[in-house]
């Protein structure tokens, strides 16, 4: 008898069958003298769409919300429809008689597999591989210690609960929303609040108002020291204040009122989840946390580098303790050599900082594999982020920085002026970053001013000092930055807005349907999103609610909840939202109507981002034109300027036109004009009876259009 795999990729399941000796390839699935292994294309199955449950449903219609099911029904995935195929005539074999389920080792990927379960009418023994990495080695150990599958079956409750929560709220919400308002209007359980918290920032800038204020440096000689009102503020927003500060101080002697020296003692970062990953490779790289979570997945999936990404821990297992200089002595090649080798000597420094066993739930913090790297291999992408994970890991075996922080304080006519100096005693875990160190604070504080020094004479309390000169600097308070996608996953994290694997996919989802918009690597709200969020219900704006809905299905993978009340309340509150929309008086206009108009049903074109550029769609439902807006240059030249024309297209049909003298032709008119495509046609038609006759493929054309004319 056989086992049949369930992997979650072709390209995973291939791995798998090379590593368990099945080498049989077949069409969808690998097979072997013990294992059968095949995949799923990411879901096989589904939640069924309103329409599955009664036809009129393929119709949006207000009166017909909320559409809340008794029991929800899965069904087969078009687009993946074939591969279901393969898997449910393998769970039908009468040599397989148990399955072991080897999708991702996290709530998503227990989902897809007892979907396909439950639709091919599994009964059979299941198991369930639980890894953290791609290598050989890993694959080997799981296999040798699989686990029973009902161990998880908490975590496919919590997983069932998620999906079919996001079906009933954001699948009535967005129809009801659209259908009220005649626009494509998005809403979901974390997608609204997450726009709601960058609309609340928005809202801040806008409402900000800025302030001049100045403040004092002055100049000892061998020292500068900023003053500092009795509140530790030094900003002076009085005009006034700051000349009588300038004449009070300028030229008088003062006092050294304090010095005080601290040693300051810093440990090492803790090593990487996903969202902390995602935020430096956004301040250092400006990747978005999309482009960070496909770059993740290749160096763990394809190259077998890094441990599984989709984590929310820091911390590693202890039962991982005794890989660790194995894993440092494969990431100790080129620029990692002369940071990991002395390491390698001694024993590690392995602390509750590294390893604890009570801060890892599913998966470990993201390190590197015992897997040998090839540096050159790597795509610049690759490389900087696994640079990240390296000097992160490294950095855990490296002992904590160590300051000296003096802080001076001068008394000058009963006013205080502060100075601060640092000197490194030791560089400790910084010396695996170098210059980059500072890099892992996100400071924010902008309107602080700066009265720090790197070199301080030495000073002693009750030393006289002279103010030599005072110098004003002038500056203006600034609004709330606006969201970075760094920021922005801090947030979210913060809130509890979804997971580490789905918070990458939510900010993308908002771009996607035009509610947020990257200008460089800050989130504005659009036009469309600033009115979409005062649209939706108060509740579904704020992050509490969901928040509160994301730790129940926490407590219900721990077994410490149960999903009905769960999913009654989520019904509830779909009730209440849609009830909502209808009520509403509001109203919403486009914010993005062009000045052209939809040369089919003649209605105003709407404006929109996408991959290649904005495009130019036609809102009215039975119609769905599209096209670039992209300047589109034709061969035609202008008969004033001798530029070539613009190629347009209006009610009429193709144009060309140039725009600085006025002047229009149409294209295609009365078979004045022929395409390129034409042109081809008509050459290779006559090409073969007219070539004798003409000597050049002016003459050919001509003789093509008298004889298309004709017809």
Aim: aromatic share 6%; charged share 30%; glycine share 6%.
């Amino acid at each position: 008898m056989k086992s049949l795999v369930l992997a979650e990729k072709p390209s995973v399941a291939r791995e798998i069958a090379r590593v368990m000796g099945s080498r049989e390839k077949h069409k969808g699935f690998f097979e072997g003298p013990q294992y059968i292994v095949t995949w799923a294309l990411g879901h096989l199955v589904g939640l069924a769409e309103p329409e599955d449950y009664d036809h009129k449903y393929a119709t949006w219609n207000l009166e017909d919300l909320p559409i809340l099911p008794d029991k929800m029904k899965l069904k087969v995935l078009r687009e993946t429809g074939q591969q279901y195929k393969v898997v449910q005539s393998l769970t039908k074999r009468q040599d397989v008689n148990k399955l072991i389920i080897a999708t991702d080792a996290a709530r998503e990927g227990e989902l897809l597999a007892r979907w396909i379960m439950k639709m091919a009418h599994w009964n059979k023994p299941f198991q369930r591989l639980w890894i953290s990495s791609q290598t050989d080695k890993a694959i080997k150990e799981g296999f040798a210690s699989l686990r029973p599958g009902n161990q998880f079956d908490r975590l496919y409750e919590s997983a069932r609960c998620r999906a079919e929560a996001d079906w009933m709220i954001g699948l009535n919400v967005t129809r009801a929303l659209t259908v009220k308002f005649g626009a494509q209007l998005s809403a979901g359980r974390v997608q609204t609040p997450t726009l709601g918290m960058i609309m609340d920032r928005e809202k801040e800038i806008v409402n900000f108002r800025s302030q001049e204020y100045d403040t004092l440096k002055a100049d000892f000689g061998n020292f500068s020291a900023t003053w500092r009102g009795k509140n530790g503020d030094a900003r002076i927003f009085e005009r006034q204040q700051t000349d009588t500060l300038k004449k009070k101080l300028e030229g008088q002697y003062g006092k050294v009122s304090q010095v005080k020296k601290t040693e300051k003692v810093e440990a090492h970062p803790l090593a990487y989840d996903l969202t902390e990953l995602q935020r430096d490779a956004n301040r250092k790289y400006g990747f978005s946390a999309k482009q960070t979570s496909n770059v993740l997945q290749r160096l763990y999936e394809q190259y077998k580098l890094v441990t599984y990404p989709r984590t929310d821990s820091r911390y590693l297992t202890s039962d991982m303790v005794h890989t660790l200089k194995e894993r440092l002595e494969s990431v100790a090649v080129g620029p990692y050599a002369t940071l990991a080798r002395p390491l390698l000597r001694k024993s590690l420094p392995v602390t509750k900082r590294i390893v604890d066993d009570s801060k890892v739930s599913d998966h470990h913090a993201i390190i590197p594999t015992e897997e040998t790297v090839l540096l050159n291999q790597l795509s610049t992408e690759e490389r900087k982020l696994y640079d990240l994970i390296v000097r992160r890991f490294i950095s855990l075996f490296y002992p904590p920085a160590r300051y000296d922080n003096v802080s001076v304080i001068v008394n000058v006519e009963g006013e205080h002026l502060h100075v601060k100096g640092t000197t490194i005693k030791d560089a400790g875990w910084r010396e695996v970053y170098g210059t980059d160190a500072d890099d892992l604070s996100d400071d924010d504080n902008e309107d602080e001013a700066d009265d720090s020094s790197s070199l301080l004479p030495e000073l002693h309390e009750g030393d006289s000092v002279k103010v030599q000169r005072i110098q004003a600097q002038a500056g203006r308070t600034l609004p709330p930055k606006r969201y970075t996608e760094a920021s922005l996953l801090s947030q979210m994290e913060k809130h509890g807005l979804g997971t580490p694997a789905t918070r990458a996919d939510i900010i993308e989802k908002l771009i996607n349907s035009d509610t947020i918009e990257r200008q460089g690597n800050l989130l504005h709200p659009t036009g469309k999103g600033k009115q979409l969020i005062e649209l939706v219900a108060p509740e579904l704006r704020t992050p509490e609610l969901t928040a509160r809905w994301e730790a129940e299905l926490e407590k219900i993978a721990r077994g410490q909840g149960k999903p009905e009340p769960f999913l009654q309340g989520i019904r509830g509150m779909s009730k209440d939202l849609v009830a909502g929309v209808k009520n509403s008086s509001a109203g919403y206009k486009p914010h993005n109507v062009s000045n052209s108009h939809c040369p089919q049903c003649g209605t105003k074109l709407l404006e929109k981002k996408g991959k290649r550029g904005k495009m130019l769609i036609c809102p009215s439902d039975d119609c769905g034109y599209r096209r670039s807006d992209e300047k589109r240059l034709s061969n035609r030249r202008c008969p004033q300027c001798h530029k070539k024309m613009e190629i347009k297209e209006g009610k009429a049909g193709m144009y060309v036109q140039c725009l600085p003298c006025g002047i229009t032709e149409t294209l295609n008119k009365d078979n004045k004009h022929v395409n390129k495509k034409e042109a081809r046609k008509l050459v290779q038609q006559y090409s073969s009876t007219e070539s004798a006759a003409v000597s050049n493929l002016g003459e050919l054309l001509k003789a093509a259009m008298e004889q298309k004319n004709d017809k």
